[in-house]
């Protein structure tokens, strides 16, 4: 959704922000390089959202009569890097849509409201269910969201002319239903008109995605990938080769003050055959109960086959109290965002959850999750998160033992912070049974107890498992990545880290470990370049990064590979130095000591990382190329002994 800025000269869509004034583009609060041609023709589509803006007026604008280009060239490279810089492509547009042979045209809404102008359906729309447009919430004038309103008004020959989605209750095929063994849950619209309800909207597709993954017979696609199609108006065959599966779940929500409204419908994408739509209400303090109705009929509906215990699993309230479990949603809604602030933020709604509710095993998972995620993006250390984190998760399995988010959660705590690596691998397998669509299961049983335990093979199975649940996730693909290269296969880390950076060049953490890779394979100019593009990502500005780029580039010409290093070294202990209190990991310092061969201080550090509990990464140290140069050192065998590692 796009919606203006406090300054009405800003809009922002999706994780972007653009000001036509300054020509600025910036996602999530970083400025994305855009400028020429490409810059020019965004601010021209979106000065008219949802209007066709033809290549006669583009060329017209940019590439005057007397300039002499090769136009076609020209505009389909401008338009190939507007979208990168939007982290998108032209068989899978989020933001702009091209018209063959005609022009493009800006699809995501602006101000609230459809770009795209009203069709003589939604005006038959508005006239037989008395609603005028003045009167619609704002972002609700797309015709799937005003049929969801005007539910239950038009005869069925009516709907069917104006190819209506959303029933009461209907079901669309007779005879034989299609098979369907995978599913993906698209992102729910939020019809509220207020954008602070978003949270709402995508609590509720989160909520539904975990309710279906617990049903075993049945692969359901993890939420990650699943958001990267929202707002996007794309065939749903065409998302269902992307996303692998046979059926898609879509509909919409409506919170009011009062009253909370979920419409739903099933089809059967290879075909885009309509199996199935409903409608569901409920007071608004019962939107716990309204959830977990539509999970079971959807369920219903796929003829998955349901366990007793997935069924009663299915049916189980998780709260009795509608206050916590709205701050339970918006618990999640800020956990997934994974950033620093987003992490604080689901730890301080969780709390609220369960002193609402403190028999609310979810929301305890849900705290245990923010915790070691708070370690993990290094909010927390982790003497201050872990402990907390595996307090939450005891706390969830006492009250659900089932619950395979809690002893994910737990296996987190045995493997990163007590480096008890037995208990950590039955915690995972345990996830792992109750609930095998759970992607984040697979991933920690990779990266915490697989590949620490040198079982390579294995390790990178199970995260191919995890991408076919999330194939669409920037982090996991990265850490496909990061698998190949701890396993030691270079080239296919190589091949994973550039595909990661495809999918997302926006992600910087995948910039950096392929930069860390470069380097290890000899190819520092590379490496400079992509540390570059991962530091301007994060934030720092031009001259910033560029400064940074200048002196490797300077030390390497001077030193070589041991200049690099040297260099590395010397920045890596400048940022120990600047984060003062904050948290700043030890094993990073060891790494760069390691790599310039000064072996005291190496060990020195990774004592203290080791002291410290920063089992995320010690119990990879084995694998991790920095430290090749130790592994003949008795010392660091003792280590791998004190983490029950094998040598």
């Not at 699943?226 to 779940?249: C, N, Q, S, T």
Request: with cysteine; hydrophobic share 40%; aromatic share 8%.
């Amino acid at each position: 959704m796009v919606v203006r800025a406090a300054n009405s000269d800003i809009h922002r869509f999706g994780a972007y922000e653009f000001d036509p004034r300054t020509g600025e583009l910036r996602k999530q609060g970083i400025r994305i390089r855009l400028e020429g041609q490409p810059l020019s023709i965004l601010t021209m589509l979106m000065e008219r959202p949802g209007e066709l803006v033809t290549r006669e007026e583009i060329q017209r604008n940019l590439w005057p009569a007397d300039t002499f280009v090769d136009f076609e060239h020209s505009l389909n490279s401008a338009i190939k890097r507007l979208r990168t810089a939007l982290n998108e492509s032209a068989n899978t547009p989020r933001y702009i849509e091209t018209l063959p042979g005609r022009g493009y045209r800006f699809i995501t809404s602006l101000n609230g409201a459809s770009p795209t102008p009203a069709t003589a359906g939604e005006r038959e729309l508005r006239a037989v269910a008395n609603l005028p447009s003045a009167d619609l919430p704002s972002g609700v004038r797309h015709w799937r969201s005003l049929l969801a309103i005007a539910c239950g008004l038009l005869a069925l020959a009516s709907l069917a002319a104006l190819g209506w989605r959303y029933l009461p209750h209907k079901s669309f095929v007779s005879g034989p239903r299609p098979v369907i063994r995978s599913l993906a849950v698209l992102p729910l619209e939020n019809l509220s008109g207020d954008a602070s309800q978003e949270f709402f909207a995508d609590s509720m597709t989160d909520a539904l995605i975990t309710d279906l993954a617990q049903i075993g017979s049945l692969r359901v696609i993890s939420r990650t990938s699943i958001m990267r199609y929202k707002g996007v108006r794309k065939p749903l065959p065409e998302i269902a080769r992307e996303l692998g599966v046979d059926g898609i779940v879509e509909g919409t929500v409506l919170l009011s003050a009062r009253h909370a409204r979920i419409t739903s419908q099933l089809i059967y994408a290879p075909s885009d055959q309509h199996l199935w739509a409903r409608s569901y209400e409920s007071d608004r303090s019962d939107i716990v109960t309204l959830q977990g109705e539509v999970a079971e009929a959807i369920a219903g509906e796929v003829r998955a086959a349901v366990t007793p215990e997935e069924r009663s699993h299915l049916a189980k309230r998780p709260t009795d109290s509608p206050e916590a479990y709205q701050l339970y949603l918006q618990g999640r809604y800020s956990w997934n965002l994974r950033t620093r602030r987003g992490i604080k933020k689901s730890i301080d709604f969780f709390q609220q959850a369960v002193e609402k509710d403190p028999n609310f095993a979810l929301a305890y998972a849900g705290l245990a999750d923010a915790y070691n995620f708070s370690n993990i993006l290094g909010a927390l250390a982790p003497k201050e998160s872990s402990p907390e984190a595996e307090a939450a998760a005891v706390k969830a399995l006492m009250l659900d033992p089932q619950l395979a988010e809690a002893h994910t959660a737990l296996g987190l705590v045995k493997s990163h912070y007590h480096f008890d690596l037995p208990g950590a691998q039955r915690e995972f397998l345990k996830a792992i049974e109750l609930n095998p669509n759970y992607a984040n299961a697979h991933l920690f049983y990779s990266g915490g107890y697989l590949t620490p335990m040198g079982r390579h093979e294995e390790a990178i199975a199970e995260m191919k498992k995890a991408l076919e649940l999330d194939p669409l996730s920037p982090a996991l693909n990265n850490y496909m990545g990061m698998a190949y290269l701890l396993a030691g296969d270079y080239g296919k880390s190589a091949q994973q880290l550039q595909r990661t950076i495809d999918l997302d060049p926006t992600f910087a953490l995948a910039h950096f470990f392929y930069a860390g890779l470069l380097a290890e394979m000899g190819k520092y100019d590379d490496a400079i370049r992509e540390n570059q593009t991962g530091e301007l990502l994060l934030g720092a500005s031009p001259e910033e990064a560029g400064s940074s780029a200048t002196e490797f580039h300077k030390a390497l010409r001077a030193g070589g590979p041991k200049g690099y290093w040297r260099k590395n070294l010397e920045i890596t202990l400048s940022e120990y130095k600047q984060a003062g209190t904050q948290y700043f990991p030890a094993i990073a310092v060891a790494g760069a000591y390691a790599k310039v061969g000064d072996k005291e201080n190496a060990f020195r550090w990774l004592e203290k990382s080791f002291q410290d509990r920063e089992g995320q990464d010690i119990t990879l140290v084995r694998w991790i190329p920095d430290f090749n140069s130790l592994h003949a050192d008795p010392r660091f065998a003792d280590l791998l002994r004190r983490m029950g590692l094998p040598p």
